[in-house]
């Protein structure tokens, strides 16, 4: 179950990179297209901002995973293992604690974009669109923090890519 789990984490991060891979084309194309033909990609600042939110999202739960997050190393250094494990164990509560505080909150924002129907100015794509992958992402997030909590020492091969 680990290793299906970290093959999704690594997959969703991997959507979250092309996501912004395609803002940069998208963008480079609209930089382009209004210095040179005066026709820039309608709404590119509305979708930039969607797509970086989600992406941003998507890559929470490979960070949790690969224990990439920001972490002060200068205290841990001379630590024994088990210490450091213990502390990698607090790290992941927190970060399931904070993982369902956003859920609740990113699903009460959704039900109020929902109903009260808003939407993007040029483009008019509601905004709750971007509210479901971010979602989806945080649940990434618990269950990534409950694999790290498990296995405080690194969870074997997060990598789509065999070795």
Not at 49 to 61: D, K, N, Q, Y
Not at 70 to 93: C, E, I, N, Q, Y
Request: charged residues 10%.
């Amino acid at each position: 179950m680990v290793k299906w789990a970290s093959k999704l984490i690594v997959g969703w991060a991997l959507v979250g990179g092309v996501i912004l891979l395609l803002l940069v084309i998208m963008t480079t194309y609209s930089a382009a297209a209004g210095f040179l033909i005066a026709t820039p990609f309608p709404g590119d600042f509305e979708l930039t901002e969607m797509g970086v939110g989600v992406a941003s999202f998507a890559f929470l739960p490979y960070c949790q995973l690969t224990f990439a997050n920001v972490s002060a190393d200068v205290f841990t250094a001379k630590m024994k293992p088990a210490k450091v494990r213990l502390l990698s164990r607090v790290g992941s509560l927190i970060a399931a604690a904070f993982s369902i505080l956003l859920i609740w909150r990113m699903y009460a924002g959704l039900l109020d974009y929902q109903m009260y129907l808003e939407t993007t100015t040029i483009l008019q794509v509601p905004i709750w669109y971007a509210f479901v992958p971010s979602i989806f992402s945080l649940l990434l997030l618990l269950l990534a923090a409950l694999i790290t909590f498990v296995h405080p020492d690194g969870v074997p091969e997060p990598s789509l890519i065999p070795q």
